[in-house]
C-alpha cells in the first residue's frame, strides 16, 4: 500500500540529485508532490516523470534565499490544498575554499541557502500545518555536520547548525504534533559531488573509507525520506539518521 496516500508534501531542490530521487519516491507513494527549485526547468522535468509514473505533482521555480518566493510558494499550496503535510528542507549549495579565502559574499549566499532558507521555511510553514493529521519536516544535513573536513568548514558549518536546529525545532514543534527529523547522507553522486567524484583518486578514497564498499545514489536517500515522511515516525522526532553506508560509523 502506499504509505503516502493523499499526503501534500513540498521539496525543495527537487529539480535533482537526492531532492528529485525523493520527490519521485514521494509521488510513487501517493503523495502529491511540489517541485521546488531555483531551476523551473529540472522542476518540471521532475514532474513530467512523477506523472509518467502515475502520481501526481506540481512544478514551481522557488529560490530558497528569496524570502519573496518561498512566501509565493506556500501561499500557492494553501491556495491549491488549504494545507500541507510534509516539508522537505533539501536544497543546497557547496562553497569550496579555506575559511581565510572565503568571502563575505560567498559565506552570506552559502549561509542564505544552507541555513536561512531553511530556518524561514520551516517557521513560515507552521500554520499551514495546522490542518494536517501528521504534519512533519524532513531536513538533508550531512554526515559531515560535526566533522573538520578540508575544505569544506564553511559547508560542513550550515550543516552543523541545521542538524542543531533539527533537534531545538522538534522540542519547540511538539506541542504543535509535528516532527522535525534529519537526513545525513554519505557521499552521493549527484551534481554538489560531480566535480570531486570525477577524479579517480578521491573516488577510490572516499568508497575506501565506505564499510559497505559503494557510494550512495539519490534513490538510496529516499527510504529514510518515507520513513520521516510516513506515519511509521509518529513517536520520532529530533532524530537524525545517517544514511552513508556505514561511513560516519567508521570515520
Ligand atoms: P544537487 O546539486 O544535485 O541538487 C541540489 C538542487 O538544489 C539542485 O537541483 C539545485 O538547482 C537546487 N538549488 C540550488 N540552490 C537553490 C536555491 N537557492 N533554491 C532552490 N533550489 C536550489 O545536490 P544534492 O547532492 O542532491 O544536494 C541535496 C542536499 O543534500 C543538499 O542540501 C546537500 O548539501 C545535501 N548533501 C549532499 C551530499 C552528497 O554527497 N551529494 C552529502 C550530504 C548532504
Redesign the pocket.
Known amino acids: 500500500m502506499a504509505r503516502l496516500s493523499g499526503k501534500i508534501a513540498i521539496v525543495?531542490?527537487?529539480?535533482?540529485?537526492?531532492?528529485?530521487a525523493i520527490a519521485h519516491r514521494f509521488g510513487v507513494e501517493g503523495a502529491h508532490v511540489w517541485v521546488?527549485?531555483?531551476?523551473g526547468e529540472?522542476a518540471e522535468e521532475t514532474v513530467r516523470s512523477i506523472k509518467a509514473n502515475g502520481g501526481a505533482a506540481t512544478a514551481m521555480t522557488?529560490?530558497?534565499?528569496k524570502s519573496q518566493d518561498t512566501t509565493a510558494l506556500l501561499r500557492n499550496v494553501e491556495s491549491a490544498h488549504g494545507y500541507v503535510d510534509i516539508l522537505v528542507n533539501?536544497?543546497?549549495?557547496?562553497v569550496r575554499g579555506e575559511i581565510r579565502q572565503l568571502s563575505d559574499a560567498d559565506w552570506t549566499k552559502l549561509r542564505e541557502?544552507?541555513l536561512d532558507?531553511v530556518v524561514r521555511l520551516s517557521r513560515d510553514v507552521l500554520p499551514l500545518f495546522r490542518k494536517s493529521k501528521a504534519p512533519t519536516i524532513i531536513i538533508?544535513?550531512?554526515?559531515?555536520a560535526y566533522r573538520g573536513l578540508r575544505p569544506l568548514a564553511a559547508?560542513t558549518t550550515t550543516?552543523g547548525a541545521i542538524s542543531a536546529l533539527t533537534k531545538g525545532l522538534a522540542v519547540e514543534y511538539a506541542p504543535f504534533n509535528v516532527r522535525v527529523n534529519s537526513i545525513?547522507?554519505?557521499?552521493?553522486?549527484?551534481?554538489?559531488?560531480d566535480r570531486l567524484l570525477k577524479l579517480p583518486p578521491v573516488k577510490k578514497a572516499l568508497i575506501d573509507k565506505t564499510p559497505m564498499g559503494r557510494l550512495?545514489t539519490?534513490e538510496d536517500m529516499t527510504g529514510a525520506a518515507v520513513f520521516f515522511a510516513s506515519d511509521d515516525s509518529l513517536y520520532c522526532t529530533g532524530s537524525e539518521l545517517a544514511v552513508d553506508g556505514g561511513m560516519a560509523a567508521g570515520l
Do not use: C, H, Q, R
Not at 12 to 20: D, E, F, L, N, P
Not at 62 to 65: E, F, K, L, N, R
Not at 140 to 144: E, G, L, P, T, V
Open positions: 525543495t531542490g527537487a529539480g535533482g540529485g537526492i531532492g528529485s521546488t527549485d531555483i531551476n529540472t522557488v529560490d530558497v534565499s533539501n536544497a543546497g549549495i557547496l541557502v544552507n532558507a538533508i544535513s550531512s554526515i559531515m559547508y550543516k545525513a547522507p554519505g557521499y552521493v553522486e549527484t551534481g554538489i559531488t550512495g539519490p
